[in-house]
């Protein structure tokens, strides 16, 4: 399930939002200081803590604790330590992992020695298996693939391969692909056969219907892109490019996307677009940088440098591009931005969003950087880029593709940010001046945002806005709000407020159609969890010494 704390600022830059305390929110900030050399910090004393609205599932100091798919079970590391070793992440921990359900059942522990870095965990998408690398090593970066069934904690998990480096399972969740000694195997969950499909490889990704396992050999080997067809009773790995640095697979499976860089010297890589059934490519640009396609399969975008630029191009310089777009599989194709970072297409795979004449301004007489650009769309097939809002900062899309939300960077008759709405077939209409981040219901039908902030962003006002009455009297739902998180189904919000005295929070959800909101925790610490779609379940972690552990409220109101 989602986490309460994945990024919601709507690509707001930390600038941005320090811009905002400097301007928005000085006064307030400078409230309630005590005379002298004592602060408000210095005279808050801590709290009792209040009676929590969750049941102690697991109890002692946890950290990364992560829900699966399906909401049934929270993993967390307990008596994680960082590997007394030079070079590794700051924030690298290896200890116990525990699988704690989120019913009545008890917590079970699934593997000494695992390891909170990227890929050392994984579920699949159905939340029935946890893939986990025990007895981690990190000098070798590699550890024991264990795989654990979820649904019954009691069966003993399966010990696959001993030194791992790589794993990823296909998206139905029934296979699982693996990097062992830097040879590949491939297999049924949990348990194989696992088969060797190829050596020297780095990573392998299974293509969305499961028909095609795609491999990248490692650097040394060339670094080269290959298909392997599953079907077959002994697969041979087929070349697709060479010195690939990105590749995807379209969601329909019937495109590979790639970019090679085949010339050392050139300055970003050329863009190969091949047919999944005979893996035949058509190169599709030069000097290519980023890509995105579209949800339908349908379309593909690029970013390229320009020919003009020199040989002597800075960095940042081949960060920003031109914009082509064209049909998925064919050559050609149309430009529609001159100074282009960023771009996505929508959804609904109807239009395709990004900004140009990106460049960075001053901000605060040249204390710190905004990254803005000219908010443009482009309505597919023919559409001609329209410009919606110069110097934007960000902006987040509806669900359905339909609806913008956008800030502005206003410079006349003083500095200001506004945000505003626009839907299809209307004008823009302005929301709120001063804010901080932004999100969309997930259904589409209201957008929320922080305002009237203090406390360095720390402590907002959290808004509303029913879409269906633009610029009609926004409603606050809560104070003190540090972030916040809807329910799948959007019925339900959970706000965090931060202490005065530490890192941590108190959490409270609030059920919108009633108003009713109820206080779940305090001390709690990142990431709280929705755990059912209605909002009804939810996971978090205490960090109060007396009563740390893994809760779980059912029921919430």
């Known amino acids: ?80 330590e960082k590997p007394r070793l030079d070079g590794v992440p700051p924030t690298m921990r290896i200890g116990s992992l525990w699988a704690i359900p989120t019913d009545e059942r008890a917590p079970a522990k699934i593997a000494n020695g695992a390891v909170n870095v990227p890929g050392g965990l994984l579920f699949t998408a159905d939340g029935h298996y946890a893939l986990v690398l025990g007895a981690y090593d990190p000098t070798t970066q590699s550890g024991e693939l264990l795989v654990q069934d979820l649904t019954d904690l009691s069966k003993e998990r399966q010990l696959v391969a001993p030194h791992v480096t790589y794993m990823k399972p296909s998206e139905d969740g029934t296979r699982l692909a693996y990097v062992d000694g830097a040879v590949l195997y491939e297999g049924p969950l949990p348990a194989g056969p696992f088969r060797q499909l190829a050596g020297e490889v780095a990573t392998a990704e299974f293509a969305p219907n499961g028909k095609h396992l795609y491999f990248r050999r490692k650097a040394a080997a060339g670094g080269g892109v290959y298909q392997v067809d599953l ?44 047919d999944t059934a005979t893996l035949k490519r058509v190169k599709v640009a030069d000097d290519v940088m980023r890509f995105a396609v579209s949800r339908d399969g349908q379309w593909l975008a690029r970013m390229q440098i320009p020919k003009a630029v020199s040989v002597n191009a800075s960095a940042n310089d081949l960060q920003i591009g031109e914009l082509w777009i064209g049909r998925l599989g064919q050559a050609d194709g149309r430009k529609v931005g001159e100074k282009v970072r960023e771009f996505e297409f929508t959804r609904d795979s109807k239009r395709l969003i990004f900004r140009d004449n990106f460049r960075v301004l001053a901000l605060l007489g040249g204390k710190f950087d905004e990254k803005v650009g000219d908010l443009s769309v482009v309505t597919l097939p023919d559409g001609a880029p329209k410009v919606i809002q110069k110097r934007s900062p960000n902006y987040a899309v509806s669900p359905d593709g339909a609806t913008l939300a956008y800030t502005a960077r206003i410079e006349q008759p003083e500095y200001s940010r506004h945000l505003f709405l626009l839907k299809d077939g209307a004008e823009p209409v302005k929301l709120q001046e001063w804010l901080y981040d932004y999100v969309f219901s997930p259904t589409g039908d209201r957008l929320y945002w922080r305002a009237n902030c203090t406390r360095e962003g720390r402590s907002c006002d959290l808004y509303v806005q029913d879409l269906s009455k633009p610029g009609t009297t926004k409603v606050k739902i809560a104070e003190n709000t540090f972030n916040f998180m809807l329910s799948d189904d959007g019925a339900r919000v959970i706000t965090t407020s931060p202490h005065m005295t530490d890192e941590l929070f108190d959490v409270s959800v609030t059920n919108l159609a009633t108003g009713q909101t109820k206080r779940l925790d305090q001390y709690v610490t990142q990431p709280v969890f929705f755990l059912a779609k209605d909002g009804r379940r939810v996971g978090w972690t205490v960090a109060d010494r007396k009563t740390a552990g893994v809760y779980v409220g059912t029921d919430v109101p």
């Open 231 to 274: 079907a077959a009773e002994k697969p041979t790995p087929k070349a697709f490019a060479d010195a690939v640095g990105e590749y995807v697979v379209s969601e329909d499976s019937k495109f590979i996307i790639a970019m090679a860089r085949t010339n050392p010297r050139q300055f970003g890589f050329e863009l190969f677009v091949g």
């Open 1 to 80: 399930m989602s986490s309460l704390f994945r990024s919601m600022t709507c690509r707001t830059g930390f600038s941005f939002m320090l811009a905002l305390v400097a301007l928005a929110c000085s006064k307030k900030d400078g409230e309630g200081v005590a005379a002298g050399k004592k602060t408000i910090r210095q005279s808050i004393v801590k709290e009792a803590r209040q009676p929590s609205l969750g049941v102690r599932k697991l109890e002692g100091q946890a950290t990364d604790v992560r829900a699966a798919p399906d909401g049934r079970t929270l993993t967390a590391l307990l008596d994680g």
